[in-house]
C-alpha cells in the first residue's frame, strides 16, 4: 500500500467514525426508523446522480438481481443501521463505535459456518481476545448498565453479526459486479424496505436544525462519499487492506466524541478499544505499517551494525 493509499484509508475511518456522532445527534429527534431511511434514500439519490454522471451502467444488474439486492439492502444496511441508530439512544458514540469493531470476527465466525472457510487458531485466538476486549468496553464502561443499555449493547453486537453475514453475502452472491451497483443497490433496497416504517413512526415533534444538519451529513458524507473512497481502495488495495479500517473508526469516534459531544467514556473501553485492535490483527493477518517499518529497521540495523 502506497502512503496516498493510507491516508484515504485513515480519512475513511475518520468519516465512519463521525457516523456515530452524527447518529447520537440526529437519533433522539428523528427516532431510529425515519433517520435510517432519509439516511440511505438520499444516499442512493446522490449515488445514482454519481453513477450517471460518470455514465456507468447500474440499472440493468440491478433489475435482474432485485430480490439479491433486497436480501443484501435488509441485511447490511437496514438491520445493522437500525440496530446501531436505536443503541445509540442508550450508548455513547464512542462506546457504540468499539462494540462494532467485532465486524470482523463476525464475519470470519459466519464465513467458517456457512462457507467453510478454515477457522484457524490464529482466528480463534482472534475471537476470543476480541470478546475480552468486548468485556473490558462493557464491564468497565462509566455507563450504568441498566436493562435499556444491555439490550443497547445486545443490539450492536446483532448490527455486528448482521455486517458479518452481509459481507460474506455480497462476496458469494455479488461476484462480478461493480462497485457503484452494488451501493446503489444495497441503499435503494433498504430505503425501500424502511420508508413505510418511516411513515408509520415518524418523527414527534419539531426537527431541530442540528438534527436535520446531522441526517445530511450521514447520508452525504458517511454514506455516499464513503462509498466512493472505499470503492476505489478496494479495487486498489484489496479487500484484506480494507479491513483495517476497522481498526480506525472507534479511534477516530472517540475523538469526535471528545471534541463535539463530551460523552463519558472512561478507561475501560479505551482498554477493550485496544484489546480489539489487537484482536483484528490476528483475525485479519493485518499487517500495520508503522509496526512493519519497525521490524524493517531493526533487521537493518542488526545486519549491519554500527
Avoid at 462493557?138 to 453479526?161: E, F, K, N, R, W
Avoid at 453475514?165 to 424502511?194: C, D, R, W
Avoid at 458524507?221 to 479487500?239: D, E
Wanted: aromatic share 8%; proline share 6%; net charge positive.
Amino acid at each position: 500500500m502506497t502512503r496516498n493509499d493510507w491516508l484515504q484509508l485513515t480519512l475513511l475511518g475518520a468519516i465512519w467514525g463521525a457516523s456515530f456522532v452524527f447518529i447520537s445527534v440526529a437519533a433522539p429527534s428523528f427516532g431510529a426508523f425515519p433517520l435510517v431511511a432519509a439516511r440511505v434514500l438520499l444516499a442512493a439519490f446522490l449515488l445514482i446522480i454519481y453513477g450517471a454522471v460518470t455514465r456507468q451502467s447500474f440499472w440493468g444488474e440491478m433489475i435482474k438481481r432485485w430480490k439479491l439486492f433486497l436480501v443484501l439492502g435488509i441485511i447490511n444496511s437496514a438491520i445493522p443501521f437500525t440496530l446501531i441508530t436505536t443503541a445509540e439512544l442508550e450508548l455513547p458514540a464512542a462506546m457504540a463505535a468499539i462494540l462494532n469493531a467485532i465486524t470482523p470476527f463476525c464475519a470470519a465466525i459466519v464465513a467458517a459456518v456457512w462457507l467453510g472457510v478454515p477457522f484457524t487458531a490464529r482466528k480463534i485466538a482472534g475471537t476470543l481476545l476480541g470478546l475480552v476486549g468486548v468485556a473490558f468496553v462493557v464491564g468497565l464502561s462509566p455507563v450504568p448498565l441498566t436493562t435499556p443499555v444491555i439490550l443497547a449493547i445486545l443490539m450492536m453486537v446483532g448490527a455486528s453479526m448482521a455486517y458479518g453475514t452481509g459481507a460474506n453475502v455480497a462476496k458469494v452472491k455479488f461476484e462480478g459486479v461493480s462497485p457503484i451497483t452494488l451501493a446503489i443497490g444495497q441503499q435503494l433496497a433498504a430505503g425501500i424496505v424502511l420508508l413505510p416504517l418511516a411513515i408509520l413512526f415518524p418523527p414527534k415533534g419539531e426537527l431541530p436544525l442540528n438534527a436535520i444538519l446531522a441526517v445530511i451529513a450521514l447520508a452525504v458524507l458517511s454514506t455516499a462519499i464513503a462509498y466512493l473512497i472505499s470503492f476505489k481502495l478496494l479495487v486498489r488495495i484489496g479487500a484484506t487492506n480494507m479491513t483495517t479500517v476497522t481498526l480506525l473508526v472507534p479511534f477516530f469516534s472517540v475523538l469526535w466524541q471528545a471534541i463535539f459531544l463530551n460523552d463519558p467514556l472512561g478507561i475501560g473501553p479505551v482498554i477493550g478499544l485496544l484489546i480489539i485492535v489487537v484482536s483484528l490483527v490476528l483475525i485479519t493477518g493485518t499487517k500495520l505499517p508503522f509496526i512493519e517499518n519497525l521490524i524493517m529497521r531493526r533487521a537493518a540495523a542488526a545486519k549491519n551494525p554500527a
